[in-house]
């Protein structure tokens, strides 16, 4: 990973350092740790998978000709939204299949997501992309990380108990 004086050269002069550190901060939580287990292995999995595309888009923030990487940047992003509607489904039957109550308020969570995500490809047709992606990075890793961290755990913790184990 480049050094933190590289992240200086990226940014527009409309960041802080609070906001600075606030992005350095959520990058790095978006690296997989073992907290993040619903112990549901194909969940997992599939949250892993949203995590590396999250540090794909990081790691071309880092870069000082981010702007010149628009079309892979975009592809990114692509692959993010339509990866995300995947796990989202998949996620969405489990919680069918288990009868779980709290299942509308997770859609509606996931549907906020969805279009957010949406937003960010047509605003990276229409802003600055390295101002754009920043703001991306900030949304995904705190959305991503806090979504599974709160939601996914009761859920994980509902289909545990449903099957008579402990998902924590």
Not at 21 to 36: F, G, H, S, V
Not at 57 to 71: G, I, S
Not at 124 to 130: A, N, P, R, T, Y
Not at 149 to 152: A, T, V
């Given at each position: 990973m480049s050094g933190s004086g590289d992240v200086f050269?990226?940014?527009?002069?409309?960041?802080?350092m609070m906001k600075i550190?606030?992005?350095?901060?959520?990058?790095?939580?978006?690296?997989?740790?073992?907290?993040?287990s619903c112990q549901i292995p194909e969940i997992d999995q599939q949250h892993r998978r949203l995590f590396e595309l999250g540090n794909q888009?990081?790691?071309?923030?880092?870069?000082?000709?981010?702007?010149?990487?628009?079309?892979i940047?975009?592809?990114?992003?692509?692959?993010?939204?339509?990866?995300?509607?995947?796990h989202f489904e998949f996620e969405e039957a489990l919680l069918v299949t288990y009868g779980y109550p709290n299942l509308e308020?997770?859609?509606?969570?996931?549907?906020?997501?969805?279009?957010?995500?949406?937003?960010f490809?047509?605003?990276?047709?229409?802003?600055?992309?390295?101002?754009?992606?920043?703001?991306?990075i900030l949304f995904v890793s705190e959305w991503i990380s806090s979504h599974i961290?709160?939601?996914?755990k009761k859920y994980?913790?509902?289909?545990?108990?449903?099957?008579?184990t402990s998902n924590s």
């Open positions: 050269l990226i940014l527009s002069s409309k960041y802080t550190k606030k992005i350095w901060r959520n990058a790095m939580a978006m690296e997989w740790k073992d907290l993040y888009l990081y790691t071309l923030a880092l870069r000082t000709d981010a702007q010149e990487h628009h079309k940047i975009k592809a990114i992003l692509t692959e993010l939204h339509a990866y995300t509607v995947y308020e997770h859609r509606k969570k996931h549907q906020f997501f969805i279009k957010k995500l949406s937003v490809e047509i605003d990276l047709f229409h802003q600055d992309v390295k101002e754009m992606l920043l703001k991306l961290m709160i939601e996914d994980g913790r509902y289909i545990g108990q449903s099957e008579g």
